[in-house]
């Protein structure tokens, strides 16, 4: 077996997979990075660390950052990169993200992309970067913004075009209400895809010159867009 795989109990049958090391997920808002880096998480076993949800979790507490990021998430703008930072530092060094993370939402700008690459490089046995960049048309981004429900408790998502609930309005798995993210209204949205033509997709053309990189087709079932970014893995840790 080599550096790179290891075996991994599936069901009663053991399979060799992959290590698969730092993931990014990139790509615009409502592409599916958070559906899909959860599907990523069930057939690795590595987490998901979504800035998104880290900073929406520091809101909900009402810590320093949670304040500072309230107002500018809620105008669809981006929060500083040195606290976003600074906040990635500290998951980082959580013992379950060893055999690889998945970055979902990070990095959004080139400085970010700048901190991650030089935190990598001088990491001992860290493997380098795969980024994997989703691909949606505008329209269908919009429906599935302004469509779409989470459940606050076990985060699962929804979108009332797409793939709505059985009961209108509540989570499948434990009958919690959905809700709908402040910030996922047409209009917000509009800021928020400005933010990342300017600032995001210079990071996506950054990760893409450097090779490891690859690009998924994000309009069909999550299934299919699941097994395209393992396939690309795969093939780019080789
Ligand atoms: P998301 O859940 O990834 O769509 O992120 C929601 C909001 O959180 C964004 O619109 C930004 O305001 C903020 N945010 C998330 N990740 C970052 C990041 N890497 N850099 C700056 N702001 C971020």
Known sequence: MSSSSVAVESGREA??????????LLGAPGVGKGT???????????????TGDLLRANVAQGTQLGRV?????????????????EMVAVRLQQPDTANGYILDGFPRTLPQAGWLDGRLASATQALPVIAVSIQVD????????????????????????GNPPQKDGFCDVDGTALVQ????????????MRAYGALTAPVVEHYRALGRFAEVDGDRPIAAIAAGIVAAVERLRK
């Open 15 to 24: 399979v060799s997979k992959t290590v698969p090391g730092p993931i990014l």
């Open 36 to 50: 899909q880096a959860k599907e990523l998480v069930k057939l690795w076993g590595i987490p998901q660390i979504s």
């Open 69 to 85: 990021a309230k107002e500018i998430m809620g105008r669809g703008e981006l929060v500083p990169d040195s606290l976003v930072n």
């Open 138 to 161: 505008y329209n269908q981004l919009l429906r599935r913004i302004t469509g779409r429900r989470n459940c606050p408790a076990c985060q699962r998502i929804y979108n009332v075009y």
């Open 181 to 192: 993210r402040a910030d996922d209204t047409e209009q917000i949205f509009a800021e928020r």
